[in-house]
Structures are given as C-alpha cells and as structure tokens.
C-alpha cells in the first residue's frame, strides 16, 4: 500500500516541475498509445484501433466536461452536489422535448437544435439554481442528501408513465416514461450528408469524398462521423477548462474558494454567500447539462443513464484528479473514463483471448465456477469472472475499492496537492517589490 | 442624529431617543437593549452603550459577560432577540453580516479563522469591497476582464503594503493553514484593514503576538484611529485596555456594568466585585 | 390595543417564518381536500384504510432500518451511504440461511444458496417455517453486525477524526464494492421468498370496504416496536448507552473523561448493523422478495425518516419513518403511483428546509 502512495507521491512530484499542457498531453499521448497497444493485441485493423480511440476520447472528454463543472461546485466553493445525474438528465430531456420532431413517438416541438441544446442548458442551470436554495442552509451530508434526493425526484419524473406523452396547451410533448426517447441525430452529421437529421441521408459531396479517402484505410463511415465529433467534443473541454480558469482566477473564484474554506468569515468580510453559492450551482448545473447534452446527443435518452451511480462515476473522476484544480479535473476524467471505465472491458477481451476462456463453457453459477477449483481447475472461475455480466459488477467493485484507497491515502488526488490560486494576476512575484 | 429607521417599534425608539439625549459626542456605533439567550441561558441581557466616532473603545468583562455574543450580534452573526444596533445613522438590527460589513462595519474573531487553503496573499485581496471581478460575468467576459485586471493590480499592490506594515510579507506565498497563532491573528487584521471599513471590531487581536510587534500594532491601531477609524477592541490584558482604550465599557452577565474612562473603571468597586465574582 | 399587538405578533411569525406558514397552510388544504373526497365518496374509507396501513407498515420498516444508521451517525458523524447494502446483506443471508434449513435434502443446495429455488414449492412463511425464519432472523442480525465491524476495522477505523464528507465518499466506496460483490456472486434478478398461499391474512371490513393484513406484515410491525423499544431501554438503562450519548454529545470530552470511545463505537456498529441486518431481513419477509439492490433503493427513504426524526434520536427515526411511509402512501390519494417515492422525498426536503433539526428538534433522545 505505501510503496504505492510513494510512488504516487513520485509521480505527482515529477508533475509538479511540468506545465499544465505539457502534462495534458503527455497524459492523452500515454492513454493512446496504451490502447493502441491493446487493440493491435487484440488484433483489431486500423479501423477497430481508430474506433478504440474515438470511444476513448470521447468518453473521456463527456467525463472531463462533466468533472470540470462538479469541480466548480465541489472543488472550489465546497458545494457537495449528489445530485449530478438529475441535472444531466434536465439538460437532455429538455433538450429532447424542444427539439425532436412532433411526429416521432414521445414527439416534441420541433424547435431547431441550436435552441434545444440552449433551453435544455439554461434548464439546468435554472434547476440548478431552484436546488441550490437548500444549499444555502444546510451543512455538507444534508446537501448531498437533499440533492441525491433531488436527482431522485427529476429521474422519477421524466420515467413516470404520466409523462410519457402528455399536452401543454394543446401541444404534444413527452418524455417516453421508462422507454426512453429518441433524441435529434447528432449535428457533426452536418459536415458529411445531404440532410443531416436523416438517418438514411445520403452523404454530401464532402463527406463521400472523406468517407472515401478513409474506406480505402479500412475506416468506416461511421467510425469518420464519431472520431469527427470526438474532436469537437475535445474543443468543448478546452473551451470549458478556459471558462472555469477564468471563473477561478479571479476575485469571484477567490470568494468561492473562501466560502468552501470558511463561510461565516467571508460573510464577515462582506460577501454574499448565498448569491455566489446559488450563481455556482447555477454554472455548474448548466455545464453538466451541457456535457450531457453533448454525450447523449444522436442517441437515446433513458432514464437508467441517470441514476446515482453516473454522479458517482463523476465523484470518483474528480478525486482521482484532485479536487480544487481545473488540470487535475481533465486528468481524472480521462483516466477515469479510459481506464477505470473502460479498462476492465478491455482486460476482458485480452483475457479471453489468450487464454482461450471459451464463452460457450461459461459456468452459469458461482458455485459451478468454484467447483472446478477442487480439481485445480481455474479456468471455469476465470470464464465465471470474465463473462460480461460480472466483468460490469466487478468493475463496480473496483471502483468502490479505488475510491476508499484514494480517500484514504491520496484525498488530494494523483496529482497531488495543487496551486491554482485565485486572482486575475500573477500572485508569484511581487512586481517591482524592493522587499524581496 | 434622528437616527432610527421608520419601522422601528415603541420600545427601541424609546431607548435611541434617550440615548441621543444622553449623549454628547458622535456616537458611530448605538447598542441598545440588546438581548440574546441561548436554550434558557441568557447570553445578552440588555447590553446598551455607544462606540463614540474616532474612538478605541475598551469592551471588557470576566468569562461570559457576553463580550463575543455582542460582536456577533452587531455584525449580524447572529440575530438579537429583541433589542437595535444603529450604526452610522442606520439600523442595521438582523442584518446579515455581509451587508454590515459593506456597510462598513467589520470584526474579526476570537479564534482567528484563515481560510487554511488559501494563501497569505489571496486572503488579503479576498478582502476589499467591491471590487468589479467578483461579478462572474465580468470574471468571465473577455472585454470586461481588463477592467478586473487593472483593478486586480492595484489590490495586490495594496495587499502587499498592507502585508509589509503587519511584517507578514515574507509569508505571502504561504498557506494561510501553515501561520502561527500570532500570525493568524495578525492576517485577520490584515484583512480587515484591506475592506477599508469605518468601524473594527477587534476581538482580542493581540492574543498570541509577540510583545515588540504588539506596540507596534497599537501604535499603528492609534494612527489609524486619527485616519478616522473607529475601533471597539475586546483585550483580556488589562494593561493594553488601560493604557490604549478610551472609554471602556465594562459588561456583566451580559449588562453593561459601567462606562468610562480607564481611570473611573479601575477605581470601581463593581467592576472589581464582577472579576472575582468572576473568577470563583 | 391588544388585537394589535396580537397582530403584530402574527405578522412577524408569518414574516419570519415563511416556509413553515407556506408548508402548515399547504397541509391544512390537503387535509381538508382528503375531508372532501372522503365526503364526495371520490375516496372510499377502505381505500385510505389501505393506504394507511401501507404507510403503517413502510413506515415502521424505515423506522427500524434507520436506527442503525442514527446511532452510527451520531457517534461518528458521518451519513453512511453503505447502509442501504447493510440492509441488503442482512436480507440476503437470512434468506439464504431460511431456504437451507427449509429446503435441505429435497431441494438442490445450489438453488437454495443462491435464492433462485422455486419459492412456490418451498412454501416459506412464518406459520409453515417458523424456525427457518427465526434462525434467518438471527444470521442476518450475526452477519450483518460481522461485516459491519469489519469494515469499519478496514475501511472507516483508520478515518477516525476527518471529516463527515471524507468519511461519506468512503461509505460510497463501501456501498458499491458491498452491493456488487454480491451481484457478483448471485448474480442480479429478483427472488421470490415467501409463498403467498401459506401466507395466513385478515380481512377487516372498513365502510364498505375491505383492509387485507397479513401475517407477515403483522409480523414486521410487531418485531419493528419490540426491537426499537428494547433499543430504546438498552441505551437508556445501560451504561453503553450513557457512554454513547455522552460521546454524541461531545466526543472529545467524552474521550477526556475515559469513555473508551473504539469500545463504544465497536458496540455501536455492532448493535447497529445487527438492527440493520435484522431490518433487512424483516423487510425481504414482508415484501416477499429482494434483489440485490433493496436496501440501496430504500436508503435515501431511510435518510429521510432519521433526518425527520433529528439525527441520533431512536424516537425520531422511528416517528420520522412513520412520516415518511404515511406521507409516501397517503399520496396516493392525490398524485399516480409512480410519484409515491418522489413524494417521500419531496416531504424530506421541505422538512429539511422548515425543521432541519428534525421533528424532534435534535434532541439526543436515544
């Protein structure tokens, strides 16, 4: 165990002497060439490798936009929102009922997307601030009781069968109750087909050339579409990071960062705490409905993505990285969503593979995967282990053992303790300071 | 000095009145009738006196005559039961700290609380009132943002002065967490000079500092004090209330016991009856 | 002059209490609106019989599940989110140990261990199997206290001191490695315990109607009273019990005046889980089924009833689960099933909001 934490303690020590990009880059060149390395192991073409990649920047980007905003809330201004799943599903589900079709089955208005991802946005952010009104009276595990309940109570709502079709005025919207609905096609399309919101639209001049270029490497239509929209999404963290470093370093964040270390003395130095306390959920609450928007766009909405266990997800990214820093937000989001995530899925696949665990002979039962042990036979357990099912369990069990170990031993994160202090100036050196 | 606000009832205009009456100077501060008790304990039991503008005000009182009740009452930490505090002309009674303090009334507290996480430095320059960056969009805008800059500049310029004359300089780039008692006590001062307020509310702030940095403090306390600030100053050292507070005010059990110069407090007899009372 | 001033005093209730005039006002109105639909014959006597029933019973579940989590919440100050599967774990091996002793020798052992025996042809109730269940009883109170203490030795033991928040992501940790071992090792899907057949019940006649109660739901209701009652005199009567209340209070002080707290905070968890664990299995009895995610999906009703109640108090989590099941069911009246839980928790929100130091007033009164 310590001869992990000093290793760690290492790394974030080597950390310490790079800059934030550096780090950044290093990071994502380290996770590419990793799975590059599995998915040729894995015999996979250039296709699959480039499909490998696409799944893991963009999970990894949809968890950084998603731990940067819980990092706003929690990181700087002490805000322990439990309720990160509720606000997601606002974001989307308004999002869905303004812009998806009246015709199609749960129908909405129709509305073009652009205002759909802006309702569905301010949506959170109002539902944000409404939630934030406990906040402004209860303590910590009150909080994070309060807005668990909170998401509860949105996620109820949009899977109650009263809500699966129903009419405002004469208008018809819905929800698809525990079905789920079909969101708008996702808008990268745009770049390569004739009419984008057409699944079966043929593509455009641009996009059959690209598509072509790309089909003679052995990379499909559809994985050139997601790697496409991989990248944009890659723009929207960065526009995000720069958004809450520019919220951070400066007198605002300075009061936030105040208000998470000692409300009742900011107040005493005249700030309003609550108004902060309720603009922060309000952000924060926008950009996670944001990030949902942008992950579940093109797909479904289903009320099982939005259980606890995604704020959860989003917690445990945010420790790996370190709360309080926007760098160490990216950093746990990419490693949470491509190793902790993804990973064990991929250690499956090894697995399996090299040592031939046949998936026909998969023992139905522990007890038929342990029996075997008797006789020294490990395989039946390994093939119990590896099924698909277990592997999803196990991953959960992994989680949970990694976010006691963080906890315990490295409550600042793998980076370590950081200094992103809170000012729109330099705070090194004093300028022209004859003291020093 | 018709100061109290319309909505005020019967009992406290009363008390005001009388008050200005009595009163011959320029009270910046007016406590009156201010009560306070906590599950059946009475913590404040009708505390009334005036802070007279310019002065350093002397509050003293054995353990638990309510000396640190009254501060939060004033500063809004907590909300009196009944009773007003007047500050400046205006009732400030149940206001929330952080409007006292834009209005220009601060303290700082007993046990020095420092935002542990943050550093010298940012502690300082949280401090200042408004200062435009604290508006997120301006934070956030790129056009506006230069104006934050700018401003931003001049505080940390400021914030550095301040932190030299407290001989916390060399620690600027520290956490707050990692400062001795001493220390922390001196950047609750810091922070408090850095609003600019009229009215301080210095709740022991020599507890833990060294003796020689101790006169200098009270030195600079009385130079600002002919800047025109104004200080209510709760000390257990009788010698720095003594030899630096005019007047002082005795509290009680949560009453005001007598008011007056050094001289007539230390030749009370009460005063010395409330301190062994006290102690026993 | 007189009505004035009792105007007065009127005004600056309403003004200093908003919330809490909005909320009495609010439930007035629906009192009266449940008055009405009962005159309109819109709700039948037997059908709000029912519904209170229903609450009666979720309620005393809650209540006696939210015991352990107010002691351990009292004495280590941090809201335990591994409770709901403490809850689940209790369920599990009582039933486990319930369908062994039934089914031995004519059932297969593997179907039995792993709850996917046909509970039809098990025929398990408190009438037909009444030693299987009070040996399930006493595992689930066994295992459920044994895990409780090991984990508090791996997990929270070297945490002793932080902060609530940093000991809650722990107990988050706990909760999912907990939940999804057993996942693992049963597998998902629900399970059929009780045979309903074998089930004796009542029928009351109400107004015109009719009130349904069964054994089982008569059993949960009566051990729930006996155990919160024996709780409630063992830590009155007993010096755990002063220690305990002493260390709630102020543990440091406590800690000044020998109180050997790791002694009380051992026998707390023990006590606790092994209500916990008992609660679990009695809730899987009355439900006639569990999954291996009951106690998670009951925990933040669980959260509810001991915040209601004022953390700490055994009084309080037992009046607050009875809020929050009567309040739950008796929805019904007014919004569709599906609300029923959301409504639970709404009601803890705004309670939270009027009272947050719960109904009681956070009066330690274990």
């Known amino acids: 165990m310590s001869a992990l934490g000093d290793r760690a303690a290492a790394v974030s020590e080597w950390f310490d002497g790079r800059s934030d990009a550096a780090l950044l880059l290093a990071l994502a060149a380290g996770l590419y060439a990793l799975f590059t390395g599995v998915s040729l192991v894995l015999g996979y073409d250039l296709g699959g490798i480039v499909n490998t990649l696409r799944r893991i920047t963009f999970l990894s980007a949809i968890y950084a936009m998603l731990v940067l905003a819980l990092n706003l809330q929690w990181g700087y201004t002490g805000l322990f929102n439990l309720g990160v799943a509720g606000f997601m599903a606002v974001g989307v589900y308004t999002m869905g009922m303004l812009s998806t079709a009246p015709t199609t089955n749960p129908p909405g208005l129709g509305l073009p997307l652009p205002i759909g991802i802006a309702g569905g946005v301010v949506a959170a952010a109002l539902v944000g601030a409404v939630a934030s009104l406990p906040a402004l009276r209860l303590r910590g595990d009150y909080l994070a009781i309060v807005t668990l309940a909170f998401s509860e109570i949105v996620r109820l709502t949009y899977r109650s069968p009263v809500f699966e079709t129903f009419s405002v005025g004469g208008v018809a919207l819905g929800t698809g109750g525990s079905t789920g609905m079909s969101l708008p096609t996702n808008p990268i399309r745009i770049l390569f087909y004739e009419n984008p919101q057409e699944v079966t639209s043929p593509p455009s001049a641009f996009g059959e050339a690209v598509f072509g270029a790309f089909e003679g490497l052995g990379v499909r239509a559809p994985v050139v579409e997601g790697t496409a929209y991989a990248l944009v999404l890659l723009l929207f963290v960065a526009g995000v990071y720069v958004l809450l470093r520019r919220v951070g370093n400066s007198p605002f964040g300075r009061v936030l960062k105040a208000i998470r270390e000692d409300e009742t003395v900011a107040g005493a130095l005249g700030k309003d705490t609550r108004l902060f306390k309720v603009k922060v959920f309000a952000l924060g609450c926008a950009l996670m409905g944001l990030a949902a928007i942008l992950w579940r766009i093109g797909g479904i909405a289903s009320t099982e993505d939005f259980r606890p266990i995604t704020t959860f997800y989003v917690f445990v990214a945010l420790i790996i990285g370190g709360a309080g820093s926007n760098t160490g937000s990216v950093v746990g989001g990419a490693v949470f969503a491509s190793l902790l995530f993804e990973g064990p899925n991929f250690v499956r696949r090894v697995v ?34 590896l099924s698909d099912v277990n592997v999803s369990a196990l991953r959960l069990v992994l989680l949970g053992i990694v976010l006691i170990y963080l906890i315990q031993n490295r409550p600042e994160g793998l980076l370590g303790h950081r200094t992103e202090t809170a000012a729109s100036v330099d705070l090194g050196e004093r300028p022209g300071g004859e003291n020093r | 000095m018709t100061t109290t606000s319309p909505d005020t009832d019967g009992a406290a205009a009363d008390g005001s009145a009388a008050a200005t009456d009595e009163s011959t100077g320029d009270p910046l501060l007016q406590v009156r009738d201010l009560q306070k008790s906590f599950g059946g304990i009475t913590a404040v039991d009708g505390a009334t006196f005036d802070v007279e503008r310019g002065t350093i005000t002397g509050l003293i009182g054995p353990n638990g005559a309510g000396k640190s009740t009254t501060f939060d009452l004033v500063t809004g930490v907590q909300t009196p039961d009944s009773g007003q505090v007047v500050f400046d002309g205006t009732d400030i009674t149940g206001w929330r700290p952080h409007r006292a303090a834009n209005r220009g009334l601060v303290r700082t507290f ?81 922070r408090v000079l850095m609003i600019e307020p009229e009215m301080i509310l210095l709740d022991e702030p020599l507890a833990g500092v060294n003796p020689t940095l101790e006169e200098k403090l009270l030195d600079r306390l009385r130079a600002l004090r002919e800047d025109g600030y104004t200080f209510l100053l709760v000390e257990h050292d009788m010698d720095v209330i003594m030899n630096h507070c005019e007047p002082v005010i005795v509290l009680h059990q949560g009453e005001v016991l007598i008011e007056g110069s050094p001289e007539e407090v230390k030749n009370d007899d009460r005063v010395l009856e409330a301190y062994l009372g006290g102690e026993v | 002059m007189a009505t004035n001033t009792d105007t007065n005093t009127v005004v600056a209730f309403v003004r200093g209490r908003p919330v809490v005039v909005a909320f009495g006002l609010f439930v007035a109105l629906l009192f009266a609106d449940l008055l009405r639909k009962l005159g309109t014959g819109a709700l039948t006597t037997a059908s709000l019989a029912g519904f209170l029933k229903d609450g009666t019973v979720l309620g005393l579940s809650l209540g006696l599940a939210g015991i352990g989590l107010a002691m351990t919440y009292s004495i280590l100050n941090f809201a335990n989110f591994a409770h709901g599967d403490y809850i689940t774990v209790g369920g599990v091996v009582g039933w486990i140990t319930a369908f062994l002793v039934t089914g031995l020798g004519s059932t297969e052992l593997e179907s039995l261990a792993l709850l996917t025996a046909s509970s039809r042809t098990l025929g398990i109730s408190v009438t037909t199997a009444p030693v299987a269940i009070t040996l399930g009883l006493l595992v689930s109170v066994v295992v459920t206290a044994g895990l409780a203490l090991l984990i508090d030795r791996i997990v929270f033991r070297p945490m002793r001191g932080q902060r609530g928040i940093a000991l809650l992501i722990a107990s988050v940790g706990v909760a999912l490695a907990v939940r999804y071992l057993l996942v693992f090792t049963l597998r998902t899907g629900p399970r059929g315990l009780t045979a309903g057949q074998a089930t004796p019940s009542w029928t009351l006649a109400v107004g015109s109607g009719t009130v349904t109660v069964t054994a089982h739901e008569a059993t949960l209701a009566v051990l729930a009273v006996a155990l919160m009652l024996g709780t409630h005199v063992l830590l009155r009567y007993t010096t755990f019990g002063t220690a305990m209340r002493a260390m709630a209070d102020n543990e440091d002080l406590a800690q000044v005046s020998g109180i050997p707290t790791e002694r009380v905070i051992r026998t707390t968890w023990l006590l606790g889980a092994g209500l916990t664990g008992a609660a679990g299995f009695l809730i899987a009895l009355e439900r006639g089924a569990l999954t291996m995610s009951f106690g998670w999906q009951l925990l933040l009703l669980v959260f509810a009833a001991v915040i209601l109640g004022g953390i700490g108090s055994v009084y309080g989590a037992m009046v607050g689960g009875l809020v929050i099941g009567l309040a739950s069911r008796l929805s019904l009246v007014w919004l569709p099933e599906s609300f029923i839980i959301a409504a639970a928790f709404v009601v803890m929100i705004v309670m939270l909001l009027v009272r947050p130091k719960g109904l009681l007033g956070g009066v330690t009164t274990v």
């Open chain 1, 352 to 385: 399996t593979q090299y040592f031939e665990v046949g998936i026909g002979q998969t023992p139905n039962t522990i007890f038929e995967a342990v029996g075997p042990l008797a006789s020294l036979d490990v395989t039946p357990l390994l093939a119990y282990t």
């Open chain 2, 110 to 190: 007993q046990i020095a609380r420092e935002l542990d996480e943050m550093t010298v430095l940012e502690n300082a320059m949280l401090a200042p009132r408004g200062q435009v960056g604290e508006k997120l969009w301006r934070a956030v805008l790129p056009g506006a943002r230069s104006e934050v800059v700018r401003q931003e500049e001049q505080l940390r310029e400021q914030a550095w002065e301040t932190l030299e004359f407290l001989e916390l300089d060399h620690l600027a780039e520290e956490y707050a967490g990692g400062l001795s008692g001493g220390q922390r006590k001196l950047l609750e001062l810091a």
